[in-house]
């Protein structure tokens, strides 16, 4: 049974400050890894796909990596940004059209 | 283009009474799933669709949940009879084909008293 791990369960950082949330995962037969931003009381925003033979993927100030051997995503934010706050989801499917299996998140706060 | 709407955002219900939660996905999407997250816990599956077809059910908690996608357009999950545990927020998410990004719909609250 896959299971999805996210650390540090909470982040507070500066303005300005890059940063990294680790995302684990215990079987590495995935088919890919999506990254999810939520605001409060909001759904969910689709920030990054990683396809199980790709290695990172970027968009603007993010940059999503994949290490399927070892089970592990980082999702890097550089130069963060108090709009960045939210809470930040991993997300894995066993193949394709599967369900995703979801880590418990990190909720992040960027300071002024 | 209009993303994956969710109706109602919010429903408040006694136990035992019914509650129809209704999504409507990207149109031109085939695959329609539904998720929840229960208090405290992750966002977990419950089920996915293929256009008006049952693709994966294995999520589903129980018989007294029934989801159903007529015309494989919106998707309707009936809880019924609602019991104190179904409160939560229920997610619905559609993909325009398998390998492809699910974009998630804002969800509805349900709380069951």
């Known amino acids: 049974k896959q299971e999805v791990t996210q650390i540090p369960a909470a982040l507070s950082v500066p303005e300005g400050e890059n940063l990294v949330l680790n995302c684990s995962f215990t079987?590495?037969?995935?088919?890919?890894l999506q990254w999810f931003r939520q605001d409060p009381g909001k759904g969910l925003t689709s920030l990054l796909l990683i396809q199980s033979s790709q290695r990172e993927q970027t968009s603007g100030r993010l940059n999503a990596s994949l290490d399927k051997s070892s089970g592990r995503s980082t999702l890097y934010i550089a130069a963060s940004q108090p709009g960045d706050s939210a809470t930040y989801l991993c997300a894995v499917s066993g193949r394709a059209g599967n369900m995703l299996t979801f880590g418990g998140g990190t909720r992040l706060m960027v300071k002024p | 283009e209009a993303g994956v709407t969710q109706f109602p955002s919010h429903s408040v219900i006694e136990k035992g009474q019914t509650v129809t939660l209704r999504c409507d996905p990207i149109s031109g999407h085939d695959n329609l799933y539904w998720y929840r997250r229960v208090m405290g816990k992750e966002i977990k599956f419950l089920l996915h669709f293929v256009k008006e077809s049952k693709q994966d059910e294995s999520g589903m908690p129980n018989n007294r949940f029934l989801a159903e996608r007529t015309g494989g357009t919106y998707s309707t999950l009936k809880v019924q009879p609602a019991e104190l545990e179904d409160s939560g927020v229920y997610f619905c998410a559609s993909s325009q084909d398998l390998v492809g990004e699910q974009y998630f719909g804002p969800g509805t609250r349900l709380t069951v008293t």
């Open positions: 079987d590495s037969a995935i088919y890919n």
